[in-house]
């Protein structure tokens, strides 16, 4: 079983991988998120601010689609509206492809209690309050699902 999970891993990471570097030009985009993006970001999209997400290793289309949503006004969010206010659709596409093939970095919550109530809510949800299980959408392990929702693992 363990053989199969780590198959099924190492097949998401090079697929992740190969979609990243054919979806724009990492290097291109190094120095917009230098500029641009680092303060809130992080240079290499490990966010400093817990109020920010990270992006390294976030799916290219997913991060795509957020920029363009912030260009579009669809998402509404001023700051982020005047970050990509001049970015062409190139410029995004390079800046997914960047932040997708950045590692993310190793966080983890330390409060033990404050583990197991995100985990059973990740989990099961929220009957009380109509949440469902982020699992159903962001799946079982976190990972997200390309272009619909963001990984959350490493949050």
């Known amino acids: 079983m363990n053989r199969i999970i780590a198959a099924s891993?190492?097949?998401f990471?090079?697929?992740t991988s190969a979609v990243a570097?054919?979806?724009g030009d990492p290097a291109k985009a190094q120095p917009i998120a230098g500029q641009i993006c680092a303060t809130c970001h992080g240079a290499d999209g490990n966010s400093p601010l817990p109020m920010n997400p990270s992006l390294a290793g976030q799916h290219p289309e997913y991060l795509f689609?957020?920029?363009n949503e912030f260009k579009s006004g669809s998402r509404n969010n001023?700051?982020?509206m005047g970050m990509v206010a001049g970015l062409s659709a190139e410029d995004m596409r390079n800046l997914a492809a960047y932040y997708a093939a950045q590692k993310p970095g190793e966080s983890a919550a330390k409060d033990k209690d404050l583990v197991a109530q995100g985990r059973k809510l990740f989990r099961g949800?929220?009957?009380a309050t109509g949440?469902?299980?982020c699992a159903g959408c962001h799946s079982p392990n976190g990972a997200g699902i390309p272009s619909q929702y963001p990984?959350?693992?490493g949050q």
């Open 9 to 11: 891993m190492a097949a």
């Open 13 to 15: 990471i090079s697929v």
């Open 21 to 23: 570097a054919d979806f």
């Open 65 to 67: 689609k957020q920029l």
């Open 78 to 80: 001023a700051v982020m």
């Open 125 to 127: 949800g929220n009957l």
């Open 131 to 133: 949440v469902a299980a």
């Open 151 to 153: 990984r959350l693992a």
